[in-house]
């Protein structure tokens, strides 16, 4: 990778992991994805320890599917679009 490139990667990625809102309601809003966040991972997880459900294993694998998928679009979303960040902002050159 020339230097050039490494300096546009490293300015790319303090671009998106810079998480600071200036506004307190857009805070509010992160603080909230950050609860629904942690959820995803606790709910299921208290489910499969008292079965409070039951779903058939085609089920499980096609959406394990889909999540690959979706997740496989978003990684091609960062590479193409340099200007991607968790704060809305317009960047010089943009």
Known sequence: MSEDGATAS???LERRLRVREKEPVQGRIVKLGSVCYVLTFLVPGIDHRFAWSSVPAAAVMLADVVFLLGYALFVLVLRVNRYA????E???GQ
Do not use: D, I, M, Q
């Not at 960040?85 to 809305?88: K, N, T, W």
């Open 10 to 12: 490293a300015a790319l």
């Open 85 to 88: 960040s968790r704060v809305v």
């Open 90 to 92: 317009v960047e010089a």
